[in-house]
């Protein structure tokens, strides 16, 4: 992951509680609006396909064109 995949993740997860999870598009941006998320977030996940239930913030991230983690780098 980048650095721009980090801060990007980072403040989708700030605007998806974990409680959340699974959930629909609908659902999390209902969740995301009542936190009063800012609109840039708010369209991302507007964006997201209806018809997935995304199981966590990676799965959200890398749904939106983000990166994800290369497990062979870790230490």
């Known amino acids: 992951?980048?650095?721009?995949?980090?801060?990007g993740r980072?403040?989708?997860?700030?605007w998806l509680q974990p409680r959340e999870f699974p959930a629909t598009?609908?659902?999390?941006?209902?969740?995301?609006?009542?936190?009063r998320a800012p609109d840039p977030v708010v369209?991302?996940?507007e964006s997201l396909p209806?018809?997935?239930a995304f199981q966590?913030?990676?799965?959200?991230?890398?749904r939106?064109?983000?990166g994800s983690e290369d497990p062979t780098h870790r230490a």
């Open 50 to 52: 209806r018809e997935h």
């Open 64 to 66: 939106l064109g983000g």
């Open 25 to 35: 598009r609908e659902r999390l941006v209902e969740s995301a609006r009542g936190l």
């Open 56 to 62: 966590n913030v990676q799965e959200v991230w890398q």
């Open 1 to 7: 992951m980048t650095s721009a995949d980090v801060s």
């Open 43 to 45: 369209r991302a996940l």
């Open 10 to 14: 980072a403040e989708i997860a700030r």
